[in-house]
């Protein structure tokens, strides 16, 4: 949804900072293993109980993932091996966050209740998966009503303000369903139209 809607703007902030950081030395890589270190810290804090210094290691991860590719373009080096590096992160990332609160929860709450954050991680990754399959089969499954972007805004949100964390939890897992089903039925809809 942000993807879509905001990109444009985020690209007229991001822009000029991206060619900031080449003119230093910084490159798209530096960023996404910086991102990559900031989510192991974010991790460890989340899961310690230290929620509110999470956010903000989870804030600097959101920086590495958003400058990244503003840095690739302003310096020319946007490859597949890039886009491969960066999703690939991303997807540890997703996994380093979700089992960060996990173990928070293990320690807080019941023994089962680690089971909301995985269900969550696991409904993610359909989510990555049908963009990735889908591209690769040529259509498009990009949008749907919790993207990468706002599931990481409304964790960070949800850690801020830990006593809405469990609910927040539950939001999330039912809208990354929905958007699961939307993104099935949108490729369905392409792979239908090219049998014809």
């Given at each position: 949804?942000f993807d879509?809607?905001?990109?444009?703007?985020?690209?007229?902030?991001?822009?000029?900072?991206?060619?900031?950081?080449?003119?230093?030395?910084?490159?798209?890589?530096h960023l996404?293993?910086?991102?990559?270190?900031?989510?192991?810290?974010?991790?460890?804090?989340?899961?310690?109980?230290?929620?509110?210094?999470?956010?903000?290691?989870?804030?600097?991860?959101?920086?590495?993932?958003?400058?990244?590719?503003?840095?690739?373009?302003?310096?020319?080096?946007?490859?597949?091996?890039?886009?491969?590096?960066?999703?690939?992160i991303d997807?540890?990332?997703?996994?380093?966050?979700?089992?960060?609160?996990?173990?928070?929860?293990?320690?807080?709450?019941?023994?089962?209740?680690?089971?909301?954050?995985?269900?969550?991680?696991?409904?993610?990754?359909?989510?990555?998966?049908?963009?990735?399959?889908?591209?690769?089969?040529?259509?498009?499954?990009?949008?749907?009503?919790?993207?990468?972007?706002?599931?990481?805004?409304?964790?960070?949100?949800?850690?801020?303000?830990?006593?809405?964390?469990?609910?927040?939890?539950?939001?999330?897992?039912?809208?990354?369903?929905?958007?699961?089903?939307?993104?099935?039925?949108?490729?369905?809809?392409?792979?239908?139209?090219?049998?014809?």
């Amino acid at each position: 949804m942000f993807d879509g809607s905001f990109r444009k703007g985020v690209d007229q902030v991001t822009d000029p900072v991206g060619r900031s950081f080449v003119r230093i030395g910084i490159s798209a890589d530096h960023l996404t293993l910086f991102g990559l270190v900031m989510s192991v810290a974010t991790a460890i804090a989340v899961g310690a109980g230290e929620l509110k210094l999470g956010v903000l290691f989870l804030v600097l991860t959101a920086l590495g993932d958003l400058l990244d590719g503003a840095v690739a373009k302003a310096a020319g080096t946007s490859s597949a091996r890039g886009a491969f590096f960066d999703s690939t992160i991303d997807r540890v990332t997703d996994a380093l966050l979700l089992g960060g609160i996990a173990w928070h929860l293990a320690e807080t709450e019941s023994a089962h209740m680690p089971i909301l954050p995985m269900a969550l991680l696991a409904v993610s990754s359909v989510i990555s998966y049908e963009r990735a399959k889908a591209e690769l089969l040529g259509f498009d499954a990009k949008g749907g009503l919790m993207e990468r972007a706002e599931r990481v805004f409304v964790l960070g949100f949800a850690l801020f303000f830990d006593a809405i964390l469990i609910p927040v939890l539950w939001v999330m897992l039912v809208l990354t369903s929905i958007t699961a089903v939307q993104r099935f039925f949108k490729v369905w809809a392409q792979a239908t139209r090219a049998l014809r």
